[in-house]
């Protein structure tokens, strides 16, 4: 009697069990890979209007987040991946204590530094 068989047989089990690189049925791809997002799709994130759950469905899984304290007044941030023509790049999205975008950024690797599209203080009251 030989050992082949048997290790033949573990062999086929093992790759029956273990998906094959090029099949990921359900996979989700890694949140901080680089993604492809259009100046079309970040305008559609409005400051002082679009929801977590809407940036969620409009942009995926963020890449990194970081929840405020219920005690601070610290935004929550949400941060993705992004490349285009130039490079890559951080979307910077920050919500209010209501989960509602306050402000978003997307700021290059190579500078650090970009100008945020912010929401808009609401009127001050008027004195009599």
Request: include cysteine.
């Amino acid at each position: 009697m030989t050992a082949g068989w048997p290790l033949a047989a573990i062999g086929f089990a093992l790759g029956c069990l273990a998906p094959s690189s090029g099949y990921c049925g359900n996979a989700i791809s890694d949140p901080g890979t680089p993604r492809d997002f259009s100046a079309a799709t970040l305008a559609k994130v409005d400051p002082g209007h679009t929801t977590k759950a809407q940036v969620e469905a409009l942009l995926g899984e963020p890449w990194r987040t970081v929840d405020s304290d219920p005690d601070e007044s610290d935004p929550s941030v949400w941060e993705y991946r992004g490349r285009n023509s130039s490079g890559t790049y951080r979307v910077h999205v920050e919500f209010d204590s209501h989960d509602v975008t306050s402000l978003i950024a997307t700021i290059p690797d190579k500078t650090g530094q970009a100008t945020a599209r912010v929401a808009k203080a609401p009127p001050a009251p008027r004195k009599p």
